[in-house]
T-cell receptor, first 110, second 114 residues
């Protein structure tokens, strides 16, 4: 299983962009990179996923390095509601279980 | 609101007892997953059911069992409870059988074993 490294915590100001990094240097060529987040007192929530090229959706953007050894989740304008623990999870395309590491705890300052 | 419902929200019981947690998946989802989140172990995958059949197993103890019924709701049974079983238990659902499918999580059941 690919291992991930994420900073334990990050801080951002409200309405500013946030870049959440994830290192997954042991990822294989067919592993998708998924991001989930867990808001306080709630279950995890899917954010975005990608394979090789950058991806955008209404919640965030995902920038994947050309060598796929790292990726960055981008929140374009952080809101207070974005304060959560963000998990970067590589998943095999053939089927894999969600393995949540320790994630990055994002605090958003008003 | 993810569309996944879990009952009860909170459960307090004693060591040695048995409890049942219930999960109703989103409409149309065939897979149900169970996770345990404790302070020391983080969020751990327990088991997956797809359309009534066990599909994948994670770190589920022998004292725990699950099933998925014909109406697709699922129950997680925890028996001979120990203090260390105190945790948040989440259920998730997805459309397909693949673990790679986007999973939608319920609000969780907080279990306290005294």
């Amino acid at each position: 299983d690919a291992k991930t490294t994420q900073p334990n915590s990050m801080e951002s100001n409200e309405e500013e962009p946030v870049h959440l990094p994830c290192n997954h240097s042991t990822i294989s060529g067919t592993d998708y990179i998924h991001w989930y987040r867990q808001l306080p007192s709630q279950g995890p929530e899917y954010v975005i996923h990608g394979l090789t090229s950058n991806v955008n959706n209404r919640m965030a953007s995902l920038a994947i390095a050309e060598d796929r050894k790292s990726s960055t989740l981008i929140l374009h304008r952080a809101t207070l509601r974005d304060a959560a623990v963000y998990y970067c999870i590589p998943l095999k395309s053939s089927g894999d279980k969600l393995t949540f590491g320790t994630g990055t705890r994002l605090a958003v300052r008003p | 609101d993810s569309g996944v419902t879990q009952t009860p929200k909170h459960l307090i019981t004693a060591t040695g007892q048995r409890v049942t947690l219930r999960c109703s998946p989103r409409s149309g989802d065939l897979s149900v997953y169970w996770y345990q989140q404790s302070l020391d172990q983080g969020l751990q995958f327990l088991i997956q059911y797809y359309n009534g059949e066990e599909r994948a197993k994670g770190n589920i103890l022998e004292r725990f069992s699950a099933q998925q019924f014909p109406d697709l709701h699922s129950e997680l049974n925890l028996s001979s409870l120990e203090l260390g079983d105190s945790a948040l238990y989440f259920c998730a659902s997805s459309v397909g059988r693949g673990l790679i499918d986007t999973q939608y999580f319920g609000p969780g059941t907080r279990l306290t074993v005294l």
